[in-house]
């Protein structure tokens, strides 16, 4: 029976130390299939959150999503020091500048690599300047940071249901976190994006926090859970975008369905009479996933208060559109 190798201890849900692109790479290491590479960016305290994905196997090479153009000497850094002298595919989850605005910057140097996304992204990819504006809106100096955004040369990038590569991965639509998301499978892994949220590995348990920003459509996501759902079962392991990895994705699937239900219900409930900051000590006692937060250290508490925020938002956004919908159609 074929051993899957992957750069984590399977069965628990911490991460190797070693893990780190900074930390010299042992051989262990380099005898890992699958290996996740982090892109920190000390600037904005984002430590062990935005990552790629590098597979190293019999059939070649691929990158999941390469992350925005400020980490991309990181990344060619390890893609150095793991040999990867060229690269087969680089699979995109989904378009947001922190997931492939160093794409351009890559494939530059990697010009062999073809290109999966989802077809609403494609058109943005060869030409960014969409994507540029949109991120300036909304992330202001954070896509500053991040850094500029290179067009890609289209004919790199192909829509496809399946990647031509070893027995083929699978690739599936997944709107919810965004409209051009989707999410993969490759032998026992499924790698998520952001269909289940962002997750901290926690030696107490799972931490999953919903990543619902605006334009968020609740029944989009469910949708997408709903259809995912054939592919996952106890032996799979998840692959997050942000960030490592989580044993059991059927028990996953549904942490992360009950925790987005619970969200939308809560805010629902106390959005007219409470503040976002009220409204995220209300999730703190009520929602035992989430709750974990108060396990995390400081830096990693004020990075996902932010972003919690920002998903409290989205789930505000969606009520009321919702509400103004049912108005206009009542009348
Ligand atoms: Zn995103």
């Keep these: 029976m074929y051993t899957y190798k992957i750069a984590h201890d399977p069965g628990i849900n911490t991460l190797n130390k070693n893990q780190n692109t900074i930390g010299p790479i042992s051989l ?3 005898e890992q299939e699958l290996q996740l590479i982090d892109l920190d960016i000390p600037e904005l305290g984002y430590l062990k959150f935005i990552s790629s994905w590098l597979y190293r196997g019999s059939e070649g090479t691929f990158l999941m999503d390469p992350g925005p153009t400020c980490t991309i000497p990181i990344l060619l850094k390890a893609l150095d ?3 990867v002298k060229d690269l087969d595919w680089i699979l995109l989850t989904h378009i947001h500048q922190d997931h492939a605005g160093g794409l351009g910057d890559l494939i530059g140097k990697y010009s062999n690599a073809k290109i999966v ?9 060869a030409e960014p300047s969409k994507l540029r504006e949109g991120s300036k809106t909304i992330l202001g100096d954070v896509s500053k940071v991040y850094g500029n955004i290179l067009p890609v040369p289209g004919k790199k990038i192909h829509v496809l249901d399946e990647v031509p590569f070893g027995d ?3 690739v599936i639509t997944t709107p919810g976190h965004a409209s051009h998301h989707q999410c993969y ?13 962002a997750h901290i590995p926690m030696k107490s348990g799972l931490y999953l926090r919903p990543a619902t920003p605006h334009r968020f459509i609740l029944e989009d996501y469910l949708a997408s859970m709903a259809k995912i759902e054939k592919y996952l079962d106890p032996k799979t392991t998840v692959c997050f975008a942000h960030y490592g990895t989580a044993n059991n994705s059927k028990h996953v699937l549904i942490c992360a369905r009950d925790q987005l239900k619970l969200w939308v219900k809560i805010i ?8 976002t900051q009220e409204l995220i000590e209300i999730l703190l006692e009520v929602d035992p996933i989430f709750r974990r937060y108060k396990e995390l250290d400081l830096q990693m ?6 972003f919690s925020v920002n998903s409290i938002m989205g789930i505000i956004k969606y009520i009321e559109e919702k509400k103004m919908l049912c108005k206009t159609t009542n009348k």
């Design 301 to 306: 508490q004020k990075r996902e208060w932010h």
């Design 28 to 30: 262990n290491m380099m």
């Design 81 to 83: 020091r793991y040999q």
């Design 117 to 125: 996304c989802h077809e609403k992204g494609v058109k943005h990819l």
């Design 168 to 170: 083929g991965i699978k």
């Design 268 to 275: 629902r409930e106390h959005k007219d009479k409470k503040n």
């Design 185 to 197: 499978v490759f032998k026992n892994w499924f790698f998520a994006g952001e269909l289940f949220g």
